[in-house]
């Protein structure tokens, strides 16, 4: 009996109301709550879009703030509960990989894409529908965004500043991107080849941080710059500096077990001492003999890595010290100056060590000291950015704002062609897509019309948050790209519609072509749950 009473109500789950298809309660009410918690988020990032967008300030459970309009930044620094408002933290992230920009973007996108859905949805129409339509609006998107790019060489220089100058335009530190854009794409050039590269590792880029001073004093060292301190006071600056990097300690060895020695007389106790001497002084010895005079020690937990005696002969012998460095840092140092680290005293030879023209320590006026080593004889392909700026939140909105602008030298390196910025792209993408609506037939045709209109949600927002009626301009800008002008997009600095590429505001197509896809992506994942299981 059980079976028969099942079925009437299985039956009645997919029953049609006069054709259309009704779906059961609850992936309804999943879809839409799944729905209404990434929106929360996209729209709690929308203020802060474009380049007169809002910052956030942020603090922590330990009460560190950080103000920031990097939207990657601001969702990592979120704690958002719901799951599927965490895939658009996922969805920032990822754009952040790729393409390192269009962090914001991506996520206003993806909500107003997700909006666009509940609508459809609320109509009656399937999510596969919906999903599959979405996924041929971005295919036909994709080739509108690479028909209306323009290809970039990478040595121009000029197009490469435009394209750093605008991501830097949306930052809290806006005003410094005349001279940060020319020091990004400067290292950037440095470290690839420009001929052959096809990506470029930011790995290669070191940015350090030091308190004190402004953004003005913020510079580019070709070669490698240190933050620690010079051990020994004596001696801080070597001319055509031989530079050796040990992983080992100069100090006495110690046994591995726990032992104590019971010295009974002070002719033992002399011996010890005289004995431990000779050791030091040996070890001391042998690197003098390989003609180094720039040493740099890694940090060691076990035992002091330099002991003061070992120190004193170092400084008798005019061997600049550098102690405590970082584990992380000594593949880079390696790759900067052509050193080896060397493990063990005995493999101490001359060919273990780097060479460079200078190493000096250089006061920064009042606010701690700099180890620069300049004039490397053989150069890893490696660059330093030195960011100073008066307080904490200063100096890191300014790194990852450089980050930013590195990224999106590195998309044009990735992919070597530009579009124009200010809303011009994603209102093409409109009036495109919803011209393609009229040659597709059925609940398609549908689906990817409210897919075009859901991308004016870019540049309304730039228009909103520039303090421009949004209406009026996006009506205005459909317009013109209806006339077949594709470049005009919101100019922001004069508050009105103007050519955009004119005004030198200029993005990577890669940054957004993944921005649409990605976003598409995560849209076409979240449609297609239908119950959230909880397992513990």
């Known amino acids: 009996m059980p079976e028969a009473m099942a079925a009437p109500r299985i039956s009645s789950g997919g029953r049609n109301k ?32 474009g380049p007169k967008g809002m910052d956030k300030m942020i603090q922590d459970e330990k009460g560190d703030v950080t103000i920031t309009n990097d939207g990657a930044t601001i969702l990592k620094q979120m704690q958002v509960l719901h799951p599927a408002a965490k895939m658009l933290v996922e969805l920032s992230k990822a754009q952040d990989i790729e393409a390192g920009d ?68 949306s930052k809290v530190v806006s005003q410094y991107s005349s001279l940060l854009a020319p020091m990004s794409v400067d290292a950037v050039m440095r470290v690839i080849d420009p001929a052959t590269a096809t990506g470029v590792d930011l790995q290669d880029i070191k940015i350090i ?42 100090s006495p060895p110690k046994t591995d077990m726990d032992n104590q020695i019971v010295v009974s007389d002070y002719a033992q106790m002399d011996r010890v001492l005289r004995e431990e001497r000779a050791y030091i002084l040996n070890m001391v010895k042998q690197i003098k003999k390989a ?40 593949e880079f140092i390696c790759k900067t100056i052509g ?22 320590e250089v006061n920064l006026d009042g606010s701690g000291k700099l180890i620069k080593i300049t004039g490397c004889a053989s150069p890893g392909k490696t660059v330093s950015i030195v960011v100073r700026g008066s307080n904490k939140l200063v100096i890191e909105e300014a790194e990852r704002s450089i980050h930013d602008a590195l990224c999106v030298i590195r998309c044009l390196v990735k992919k070597r062609a530009l579009i124009a910025g200010g809303g011009a792209p994603e209102i093409e993408l409109a ?18 019309r409210a897919y075009a209109d859901a991308l004016e949600v870019i540049p309304s927002t730039l228009a909103e948050n ?12 459909r317009n013109r790209h209806a006339q077949g002008d594709k470049m005009t997009g919101i100019n922001v600095r004069k508050g009105g519609i ?29 449609l297609k749950i239908d119950d959230v299981v909880n397992t513990r």
């Open 291 to 330: 003609g180094c005079n720039v040493l740099l020690i890694q940090k060691s937990i076990l035992r002091d890595a330099l002991s003061d005696l070992a120190l004193h002969f170092l400084n008798k012998m005019k061997i600049m010290v550098v102690k405590e460095i970082e584990r992380e840092d000594i």
């Open 18 to 49: 006069g054709g259309a298809y009704v779906d059961r309660d609850k992936p309804a009410q999943i879809r839409f709550s799944n729905i209404s918690a990434a929106k929360a988020v996209a729209d709690a990032i929308r203020t802060s879009l």
């Open 466 to 477: 520039a303090g421009l009626n949004p209406i009026s301009t996006v009506t205005e800008l």
């Open 339 to 360: 050193t080896k680290p060397i493990a063990h005293i005995d493999h101490f030879t001359s060919e273990m060590l780097g060479m460079a023209e200078l190493a000096e």
């Open 209 to 250: 941080k030091k308190l004190g001073g402004t953004i003005d004093d913020c510079e580019l060292v070709d070669g490698l710059v240190l933050t620690q301190k010079v051990a020994n006071t004596g001696v801080s600056r070597v001319e055509k500096a031989k530079i050796g990097l040990i992983q080992f300690c100069l």
């Open 102 to 169: 269009g962090t914001t973007s991506v996520v206003v996108i993806a909500g107003a894409l997700l909006d666009a859905c509940s609508k459809l949805l609320q109509k009656g129409i399937h999510p596969t529908i919906i999903s599959e339509s979405f996924q041929k609006a971005v295919e036909k998107g994709v080739e509108v965004l690479t028909g209306m790019s323009r290809p970039v060489q990478l040595s121009d220089r000029e197009t490469l500043l435009n394209s750093a100058t605008t991501s830097l335009c």
């Open 498 to 526: 103007s050519n955009i590429l004119e005004e030198l505001v200029v993005q990577p197509l890669l940054v957004s072509i993944s921005a649409l896809t990605l976003a598409t992506e995560t849209v076409r994942s979240i």
């Open 431 to 448: 009036v495109r897509l919803a011209e393609y609506s009229r040659t597709l037939g059925g609940m398609e045709a549908y689906c990817v």
